[in-house]
């Protein structure tokens, strides 16, 4: 579980970073907290010459809120540092609820949020050792032509496992991407690709530096909650994030539901907002709403538990989680 031999570049500002990227191509790999790309080095899925260490910027590290411009979180925010920003729990609190569940303190410790919104996608056949993957004869994914989940496709299913993509996805949440060619932003659904295997529209000259959630989003109530094997550190299973603005006469104004875990990228779920909007409370509606998430999730055998199990407790977080919003205001996980 050794190293590859790469160097550390350590880049002083943003545009530093971008031309690193650009010169070194294919050879390069962005780092930061450390918290995934390192465990993937170890299992020799990736042998970059070169680490873009970004960890130091400080002009990523930022968190803010204006009336006008919404809330920025610079990518290099750690996941501590969401959670000890106190107005972001009263003011997004689908996102700290969703923060809250990654990992455990020394993972939240280095992990960032650009990080988060970018992990690679997981697979009971990937996630392994060399000397393992070699022992199978490699996968879709990586050093192999089959697909272990879909054996008769060539589309691999490897899922997306982070927490805080669903819950910004909620949030109607855009990222910003610099490069040298300049910066650019795009909505947070159109970054994933839904795809095990190119998961994500970031080029490997390209840098996710921030990501902004709209002004009008502040003051949702959510909440996030998360299948996994151990409470206190692992990837998650099955996840649902609920954000929704209720009236005071308890009518639904806005909603969006947010999928993780069980498609090969973060999902808002079809039509949730349509069948919310203009709503009271009702347990009918909510298994309405939850029967349209178990449609869209689409779990396979990716992980250690069953899609069906999976299956249904998405259907049950969903009824869950919009009960608690709805009536509660707003709840943790």
């Not at 993937?40 to 680490?51: G, R, T």
């Not at 996968?139 to 819950?167: I, Q, T, Y």
Request: glycine letters at 8%; hydrophobic letters at 40%; aromatic letters at 6%.
């Amino acid at each position: 579980m050794s190293l590859p031999a790469f160097r550390v570049l350590q880049p002083r500002t943003v545009d530093e970073a971008c031309r690193m990227l650009a010169e070194h191509g294919a050879e390069a790999m962005v780092i930061a907290g450390g918290t995934d790309v390192i465990p993937n080095l170890q299992m020799k899925l990736f042998a970059p010459h070169v680490l873009v260490d970004i960890k130091l910027l400080r002009e990523l590290s930022q968190i803010e809120f204006s009336p006008r411009g919404g809330l920025r979180i610079g990518a290099t925010a750690s996941l501590t540092h969401v959670l000890e920003t106190p107005w972001l729990a009263e003011e997004f609190p689908v996102l700290s609820s969703a923060v809250a569940t990654i990992a455990g303190p020394l993972q939240r410790n280095m992990g960032t949020i650009g990080g988060n919104l970018c992990l690679e996608t997981r697979c009971r056949w990937y996630n392994q050792s060399y000397f393992w993957r070699q022992s199978l004869g490699g996968c879709l994914k990586k050093e192999g032509d089959v697909c272990h989940v879909a054996p008769g496709g060539k589309f691999c299913w490897a899922a997306w496992s982070g927490d805080s993509a669903p819950a910004f996805l909620a949030l109607e949440a855009e990222i910003e991407i610099a490069s040298v060619s300049g910066a650019r932003r795009v909505p947070l659904r159109d970054f994933y690709k839904n795809d095990g295997k190119d998961r994500i529209s970031l080029t490997r000259n390209e840098l996710l530096t921030s990501v902004h959630v709209p002004a009008r989003m502040a003051g949702r109530r959510g909440v996030y909650h998360k299948l996994r094997v151990r409470d206190s550190i692992d990837y998650p299973l099955a996840g649902v994030a609920v954000a929704m603005e209720v009236d005071a006469s308890g009518i639904c104004r806005d909603a969006r539901v947010a999928l993780s875990a069980v498609n090969p990228a973060p999902l808002l779920v079809r039509g949730a907002g349509e069948m919310l909007v203009g709503q009271k409370w009702s347990r009918e509606l909510a298994e309405r709403v939850a029967h349209a998430a178990i449609q869209t999730g689409k779990p396979l055998t990716t992980s250690a538990s069953t899609p069906i199990y999976r299956r249904d407790i998405v259907r049950v977080f969903t009824r869950r989680a919009l009960e608690e919003v709805w009536k509660n205001g707003q709840a943790s996980s």
